[in-house]
């Protein structure tokens, strides 16, 4: 996973202007491939949507070996993380190995975002409804 790496949560819909390449990256999430978060944003501001940043950066910790599989499951942490807040797009902004009196662990940092219809981010009520028409003519999630 290279850092940038926009991660969708599985259902959400987007406008159909706004083509997206997708790859399955672990149950419930997709990594959008070839858009990072600028490119992504110009794209949905353009059909009238908006990638919604929340301020904060959230961190998951994992100690055992390094490597590819600390580190999926550090993300994965992550994943759940911005899950349980409700929101629908999030981003991978560090993967580290370090170790603390020889013990190896990986900490991964990420940014949470709201993908949704229009320029405000939408309240809990209105994030965590699912298949609700918006104004649009588009599901959301």
Known sequence: MNLGTMM????????????????TYSQGWR??????????????RAAGWGLLFVAGEI???SVGPHG???????????LSKIRALSLNCASVSSITDRRFLGIPYTVVSGYAYNLQHGSQLQNLAERTRRD??????HREE
């Open 8 to 23: 969708l949560r599985e259902g959400v819909v987007l406008p159909d202007s706004v083509p997206l390449e997708t790859t």
């Open 31 to 44: 990594s959008v491939t070839g858009d990072d978060n600028f490119s992504l944003d110009r794209k949905l």
């Open 59 to 61: 961190r998951s910790i």
């Open 68 to 78: 590819e599989s600390a580190a999926r499951r550090t993300v994965r942490d992550v």
């Open 132 to 137: 609700v028409p918006t104004g649009s003519g």
